[in-house]
């Protein structure tokens, strides 16, 4: 399985927690942009021509922000450089507060059947204070012009004066205007974000109130049918996301724009940061990519345990047996012995128990140490 990533960095303003490559003020070059990933996806595709793709997402910065027929010029160049599927999953990352009817119907005409929308908190003095341009009205404006669609909403917790009460408002709100899939992401406050000072000012919940509101999510969707497939993705049977599920599986993937991530034949690649500098490649006929790093087969059975472990699945024990030679229980005897309270396995499978996935960071770090 491989997968199509596009980066749209443009946004309205920039939220109070974003620390994503997002350029508020420069959206009247949306259109020279375009042209530039356009152009970069026919400079890639020779060399991906037998691969077949069966995802497209359309990720930012905020996608919804731009003129909706530059992303069905996207849709339209991606399946003309690249073997897209007949039934590729095609998301669009969308901000309430940029929706409309009119980009909607255009998404869909051009081949869009998963949208994603950042809702994050049904608490409007919440979204002020994350710097959202949306509102609650806005978001169930939006979800009622994608009533019956295959659509996900995004919820944040761990935010400031945030309560169980109004977590579970918005979780509610989610449910029931028709997302069937639901992504939750703890807030995180990174360095140089306007967030940042709240976190230090000691304003933001602690890290116990971060893993209560994390049980409660699990239980609450739980309730409403939601199943978790991995820690933060939570769906309705048969309606996970398969370009993450890509993500999860050490599937490959092309990114394309300025920031994107790609990882092809065991080679990861990442293009400049910099939109001055990803113009002036992509304009001179030459890749945008600063960083190569070519995975050896160490760090290959690193990432496969990492990342299958984030999932509820957790490792297909005759998959790793296929890839890497060896038997995991075996080879990571010490670190189960270490770590069984919090793991279990059966014959065909090994994951970390539902009730510790909400912590798996710190008992995956012993497998990764037990495999160094």
Same mark, same amino acid.
């Given at each position: 399985m491989?997968?199509?990533?596009?980066?749209?960095?443009?946004?309205?303003?920039?939220?109070?927690?974003?620390?994503?490559?997002s350029?508020?003020?420069?959206?009247?070059?949306?259109e020279?942009?375009?042209a530039?990933?356009?152009?970069?996806?026919?400079?890639?595709?020779?060399?991906?021509?037998?691969?077949?793709?069966?995802t497209?997402y359309?990720?930012g910065?905020?996608?919804s #922000?731009?003129?909706?027929n530059?992303?069905?010029?996207?849709i339209?160049a991606?399946?003309?450089?690249?073997?897209?599927?007949?039934?590729?999953?095609?998301?669009?990352?969308?901000?309430?507060g940029? #929706? /409309?009817a009119?980009?909607?119907q255009?998404?869909?005409?051009?081949g869009?059947?998963?949208f994603?929308?950042g809702?994050?908190?049904?608490?409007d003095?919440q979204?002020?204070?994350?710097?959202r341009?949306h509102?609650l009205?806005?978001?169930l404006?939006?979800?009622?012009?994608?009533?019956?669609?295959?659509? /996900?909403?995004?919820?944040?917790?761990?935010?400031?004066?945030?309560?169980i009460?109004?977590?579970?408002?918005?979780?509610?709100t989610?449910a029931?205007?028709?997302?069937?899939h639901?992504?939750?992401?703890?807030?995180?406050p990174?360095? !140089?974000?306007?967030?940042?000072?709240?976190y230090?000012?000691?304003?933001?919940?602690d890290?116990?109130e971060?893993?209560?509101?994390?049980?409660?999510? #699990? +239980?609450?969707?739980? /309730?409403?049918?939601?199943?978790?497939?991995?820690?933060?993705?939570?769906?309705?049977r048969?309606?996970?996301?398969?370009?993450?599920?890509?993500y999860? +599986?050490?599937?490959?993937?092309?990114?394309?724009g300025?920031?994107a991530? /790609?990882?092809?034949?065991?080679v990861?690649?990442?293009?400049?940061?910099?939109?001055?500098?990803?113009f002036?490649?992509?304009?001179?006929?030459?890749?945008?990519?600063?960083n190569?790093?070519?995975i050896?087969?160490?760090?290959?059975e690193?990432?496969?345990?990492?990342?299958?472990?984030? $999932?509820?699945?957790?490792?297909?024990?005759e998959?790793y047996?296929?890839?890497f030679?060896?038997d995991?229980?075996?080879?990571?005897? +010490?670190a189960i012995?270490?770590t069984?309270?919090y793991?279990?396995?059966?014959?065909? $499978?090994?994951?970390?128990?539902?009730?510790?996935?909400?912590?798996?960071n710190?008992i995956?770090?012993?497998?990764?140490?037990? !495999?160094?």
């Open positions: 491989a997968g199509i990533y596009v980066h749209i960095p443009f946004c309205k303003s920039k939220c109070s927690y974003c620390d994503f490559t350029f508020p003020d420069k959206l009247c070059y949306a020279s942009y375009m530039c990933v356009y152009r970069e996806m026919a400079m890639r595709s020779a060399e991906l021509k037998d691969y077949v793709f069966q497209l359309i990720g910065g905020t996608p #922000v731009i003129d909706e530059y992303i069905a010029m996207l339209a991606a399946k003309k450089y690249f073997n897209l599927t007949a039934d590729a999953e095609i998301t669009i990352e969308m901000n309430p940029t #929706v /409309s009119k980009k909607i255009t998404y869909l005409k051009c869009v059947n998963r994603s929308v809702l994050q908190t049904a608490v003095s979204l002020a204070d994350l710097g341009i509102n009205k806005d978001y404006n939006c979800a009622k012009l994608l009533k019956g669609r295959n659509f /996900s909403a995004d919820v944040m917790f761990g935010l400031k004066n945030q309560t009460a109004d977590l579970e408002k918005s979780i509610e989610a029931y205007s028709g997302a069937n639901i992504s939750t992401y703890a807030l995180t990174e360095d !140089g974000t306007p967030i940042y000072t709240e230090l000012n000691g304003e933001l919940p890290g116990d971060v893993a209560d509101m994390y049980a409660f999510i #699990v +239980k609450k969707l739980r /309730s409403l049918g939601y199943e978790r497939y991995e820690v933060s993705n939570f769906a309705k048969g309606k996970e996301s398969r370009h993450n599920l890509n999860w +599986k050490r599937g490959e993937y092309i990114g394309f300025v920031s991530s /790609s990882c092809i034949n065991n990861r690649m990442t293009n400049t940061f910099d939109l001055d500098e990803y002036k490649c992509i304009l001179s006929n030459h890749f945008a990519v600063v190569r790093e070519e050896d087969k160490a760090g290959q690193e990432e496969f345990i990492m990342l299958a472990l984030r $999932t509820a699945a957790g490792i297909n024990l998959d047996a296929s890839l030679g060896a995991f229980t075996q080879k990571y005897a +010490k012995q270490k069984r309270e793991v279990e396995f059966s014959p065909k $499978t090994f994951k970390i128990k539902d009730e510790y996935l909400f912590v798996q710190s995956i770090i012993e497998y990764l140490n037990a !495999g160094a």
